[in-house]
């Protein structure tokens, strides 16, 4: 089967009815909930994943991108340096590979899904956060990057994301995953009670 | 005991008839595709919104539970079901207490300062939330951090507790087909109780 049949095959199963439902619901700009109801894109995703082992021999997971990407930039600036660190001896660890590629396919389809619902947003701050923390947009971007950087610190240690072990690992009966899994919601819990309830 | 454990034979025995293709341009291609129906999925959804990830964490809005468990009940039968007809392998990472614990914690307390997790801050980033771009170069910067720390964890954390490919049926020595109708019917029963008594929207 060539790759083009399964392009068309894939899109005609998933894609088709997905436009179709996006066109017939309501338009709400306003909603600050789910366009769809979750448990409708929790099966959907389920399927998705069927599809990327058939068709990709891979699961689904979004963290890996970043550090393949990260080792592409850390080898234009400090090659040496960045072959001699032990994630990075594997070469396959900073390559433009397929999550790679399935990320920048993120961007696009949560851009496409947010068109076709009326719910871009074009803005620097949360709402939420804006009320709790102020409208300084440099203090909500140096948290966001300390928590990007921890979550990829933790992400790597622990073999995976929310995707990764949450969504796959998780299908998969990996216990690791579970245990990971649990790790997410206990810090990410205990962090966000703190930051707006203490 | 990590020794034994990693000498059992992994479930991946079954080849694949259709294996994927080859061709690192059509995977590539493949893998672009398929993140553009996830990152639809994530932002219809709505686990690309602020709002929706920190009320999660607050335990105020149980959308992302919804989700995630839905997926995994969905994927872990079909997924299952694809593998005992030989049709894919599995993809297990290996199971380090010391690490998924650390690991995941450090994680939680990322995910709760940023809000958006690697997939969803992706997703935001596509919706139009800008201060996803902070998070996202954070990921890259943690990532390359990780490297540099990652031969002393490989020497340490990572030998604490290493299991190697360790899954529920096998703790629990029971065939997976019959575990995976006994955790979906378990799962589908936590959200209904979500669905009744915690949070019924929608």
Known sequence: MSSR???????????????????????????????????????????????????SAKPLGASTAFANVAGLIGRLIAPRHTDSLHFYADKKASKIDWQVALVIGVIVGAFLAAWS?????????????????????????????LGGGLMAFGARMAGGCTSGHGISGAMQLSVGSWIALLGFFVGGIATAMLLFYA | MAQDETKN???????????????????????????????????????????VLIGMLLLEDFTVVKVMMSAVVVGMIGIYALHTAGLVKLHIKP??????????????????????????GTAALGQGNFDAIAVLLGLMAGSYVFAEASGWLARTVNRWGDRGVLTLDRVLNLKPRVLVPVVATVLVLVLAAIHLFVDPTP
């Not at chain 1, 095959?9 to 996006?22: D, N, Q, W």
């Not at chain 1, 619902?117 to 949360?126: A, D, K, M, Q, Y």
């Not at chain 2, 690490?99 to 995910?111: C, D």
């Open chain 2, 95 to 120: 199971t380090r207490y010391g690490a998924n614990t650390l690991g995941g914690i450090l994680f939680g307390i990322g995910f709760g300062l940023a809000a958006y997790c690697p997939g969803t």
């Open chain 1, 5 to 55: 049949n399964v392009l068309h095959a894939i899109g005609l199963i998933v894609a088709t009815p997905m436009l179709a439902l996006a066109q017939t619901e309501a338009v709400d700009p306003g909603a600050t909930g789910p366009a769809w109801s979750p448990y409708l894109v929790g099966v959907l995703i389920g399927v998705l994943s069927m599809f990327t082992f058939y068709f």
């Open chain 2, 9 to 51: 034979p992994i479930r991946n025995e079954h080849p694949q008839p259709n294996g994927p293709p080859e061709n690192r341009a059509a995977q590539l291609g493949l893998g672009c595709f398929f993140g553009v129906i996830f990152g639809f999925l994530l932002q219809k959804g709505g686990v690309a919104k602020y709002e």
């Open chain 1, 117 to 145: 619902g009326g719910e871009i947003t074009g803005r620097w701050l949360p709402p939420m956060w804006a009320e709790r923390f102020g409208e300084s947009v440099w203090l909500r971007m140096a948290v966001g990057f």
